[in-house]
DNA sequence: CAACATTAAGATAGCGATAACATGACGGCG
DNA sequence: CGCCGTCATGTTATCGCTATCTTAATGTTG
């Protein structure tokens, strides 16, 4: 007990006690037993992320914001994956649950099934954010970039430069209603007075997954099949919109004049593009920052309500819709 | 202990009394307790896996491969990253031995302090397995692809296709001494009789670090400033190479007619680079599964002596360096 | 049918930590 | 001096789980 005492520098001990325990502790090697801590305190100090995948630039960003926050609060965390499919995100948000961390970051996309475990963890009272999917369950808080605003202002700049016909890549027509980019993507087709066409969206065939440079390939090649061809894409994601650049370079488009393409994301890859693309950056650290934050907050009771943040996405134009700007603009800044 | 027995499937127990215990279980969300268990049966079931970063493909292809096989084996993978700090590498690793993880796999770039720690881990016995830097301490296993044959035979295919002076990107000359991938890029050059020549290998000044495309940038820009600057690139991973491309489209030179490139790893992305790009594959899903295999029968007890698996590379040729290639050859198959 | 094996269930203890309580030394104060 | 508060340390119990031991009913066999 004593021993507890010194380590933790909890209660009395005397200066020579606590100096005679620690140097023990040094030439025994001793680490404290974290699972029998956990066992009497009921806190382990730990968080758990959710993850939807690891290859993703976003995902690094994100873990980056949060463990700022978490390293500094004193939380360890760990990170687990599901890729892509509930099941997998099922097991792993069990495992951490059975591990008894203190509160879970989810960041996976959401789905039906996904939302329903969601809400049956929030039941069991364990602290609980999300981010980028916005759940409305009494105690989970979340924290979302504001798609819907970002596609929005990408296709209005498409519109701006005098296209017409603009394009949608990464996503089934059907499939779209959820997808806050596909509807933004909509909208900004309206508020400019045209209707949206159904053959000018293009996707997987497999459902609402992820985007990647093959869908993009493929989705390009699709849309140039078309009578009318769209002169503009708005791609779902950075991915998807390499992709398409790389089907236009080989049907022998030049980018931006017979085609001009804006993806969503910028991905670090994007400014090096030939030409770069103009893109939809997110805040992304932020947003984990702020989830790690609503979290603390609910770990230590110090929140009960239910919170929302969004934030705001921001345009970045390059080449590959503006022939006008020089390289050198386009550069990220160091 | 009866309900124990029920649920664990062990010793004795009537079949009448399993029916009511898992009813009962279910009704009430009985979930186990892992870290009392853990207290108890010295056994968590869990593997922790630190990660360089996580925004590498690499990362994400490597952690499929172990997950495959952790997850058949019913261990629970837990993942941390060290972003390329020795110190944050150590923070992690502690975090996972005071939580009692059963093994360890660790795929951080190696370094001298990294290597002090691990040798210290695989003294208090706990099994640990490597990606990616052969370690030869007592009690660790490691995995690795021959990374030094990959550039080579990346080397020796610009050779061969009439390159005399091929630049290197991706680290600062004097901290290649380590880097096997250099080594195998210098190897190349003697044995088809060429000289290395000091002022053809460039990377970023802040030591062994990571190459990004940014790198790549810089670097072809310092090379082409050279009085007779390079006909051929190796860059030390992709993203250094699509870096280079870049700097090669803005200078108005023509890949690979003006300028070879080829890099390594071949990242998703590389097939889809315009022109698309020349690089060198490492089986990483298969290293990740010989990691954790290596890792559970070390866990397991069932072998005893160190291990090391050398996995072959594999060059991919595309028209980045080689012009003559239809496109479709070079995409990747379904 | 006695002796022993098999099956089933319960009782006890202990993993490593700490909360809560107990004990004792010491000093200050009225 | 006796009382109390402060400081320092020790004792006990407990978190949830399971290894081990105990008990008891039932079955099997020569």
Redesign the interface.
């Known amino acids: 007990m004593t021993a507890s005492r010194a380590l933790n520098d909890s209660g009395y001990v005397s200066e020579s006690v606590r100096k005679r325990v620690s140097q023990a502790a040094e030439k025994l ?1 001793y ?6 801590r ?2 009497k305190v009921r806190r ?1 100090n ?1 968080v758990g992320i959710l ?1 939807p ?5 976003f ?3 994100l ?2 914001g949060m ?1 700022d926050v978490f390293d500094a609060e004193g939380y ?6 599901a ?1 892509r499919t509930v099941k997998e995100e099922n097991a792993s948000l ?2 951490f ?4 961390v203190d509160g879970l970051v989810v960041a996976t996309r959401g789905t039906m099934m996904g939302d329903k475990v969601l809400h049956s963890v929030a039941q ?1 009272r364990i602290p609980l954010v999300t981010i980028g999917r916005p759940v409305h369950f009494r105690g989970i808080d979340s924290v979302t970039a504001n798609h819907y605003q970002g596609a929005f202002d990408a296709v209005t700049h498409l519109i701006k430069l005098g296209h017409k016909r603009i394009g949608f890549i990464g996503i089934a027509p059907e499939d779209g209603k959820l997808l806050r980019r596909y509807q933004g993507y909509l909208a900004a087709l309206k508020a400019a007075g045209s209707e949206p066409r159904p053959e000018y969206t293009v996707g997987p065939a497999e459902g609402p997954a992820y985007a ?2 093959e869908d993009g ?1 493929r989705g390009l090649l699709q849309l140039a099949r078309l009578h009318r061809p769209p002169t503009a894409i708005f791609a779902r994601n950075d ?1 998807a919109a ?2 398409a ?2 089907a236009a ?2 049907l022998g488009l030049s980018i931006p004049d017979d085609i001009a393409i804006a993806g969503f994301d910028n991905i ?2 994007a ?4 030409p ?1 693309l103009t893109t939809v950056e997110q805040p992304i650290a932020q947003q984990g920052q702020a989830a790690a934050r609503f979290l603390i907050e609910r770990m230590q009771g110090k929140s009960q309500q239910d919170r929302t943040a969004m934030m705001e996405c921001r345009l970045i134009v390059r080449q590959s819709t503006d022939r006008t700007l020089s ?1 050198d603009q386009t550069l ?1 800044v160091r």
């Open positions: 090697r680490r404290p037993n974290i699972p029998a956990q066992l382990l730990a993850l995948d690891i290859a993703n630039p995902s690094a960003e873990v980056g463990k360890t965390t760990f990170i687990a994956t890729n069990q495992a649950i059975d591990h008894r069991q990647t440079q390939y991915f390499i992709g650049m790389h370079h080989t670090p890859l400014a090096f593009t030939a770069p390289a990220p």
